[in-house]
């Protein structure tokens, strides 16, 4: 969507930004399909590059998948603040994303959710150790036959236990707009079930 930056109306900033969200979940090749997600870890905010899986407008709520080994499980149960960074170069259109964020790795939800990831996606959960665990050596920690090939499905079933899907529920969107006459941004907040934006100096 290309916008004149002297006739935006916030209702349009808004639309905009649940449409980049929502087409990153579905369109591979969208720039925000892999944003920025960062949590407070020991020494601070700790960032890393995450898939979008899915965008619940509804409930404001995005999943990622994680391993439950992760160090951003232990972070989030320390503390569940969460942000999330996306950026599309192309639109020129920057989203930073506020919210709580909790982790599942039983239940319904993560269920269906391993149900729905291929096998080559579920490969990920067969790594030991763990994500983030030490190494002597640069290693992806799959086994040498597994890392050469596709795993069949039965295989991939011993990845179940380390697989866990992180949801993201938002309150807050800060938009911003990259343009040579200025740049130009707005920040929406919830209020009860209504967001409530104003602009914003980028």
Known sequence: M????????????????FQHL???VHNRKSPMRCPIVATIGDNGPNQRIMVLREFDQDNRVLRFHTDFRSPKVAELEQNDKISILAYDPEKRVQLKIYGTAKIYNEGDLATEAW????????????CEPGSGAKSSAPDSGLSKDIQ???PTIEETEAGRKNFAILLANFHQIDWMYLN????????FHLRG???SGHWIIP
Do not use: H, K
Request: glycine share 6%; charged share 35%.
């Open 193 to 195: 079930n209504d967001w």
């Open 115 to 126: 149900i729905q990831t291929d096998t080559m996606g579920r490969r990920c959960y067969l």
């Open 148 to 150: 050469s090939r596709r």
């Open 180 to 187: 040579s006459q200025g740049n130009r941004g707005a920040s």
């Open 2 to 17: 290309e916008f004149d930056p002297e006739n935006l109306t916030l209702t349009e900033v808004l639309r905009d930004s």
């Open 22 to 24: 929502d087409d990153a």
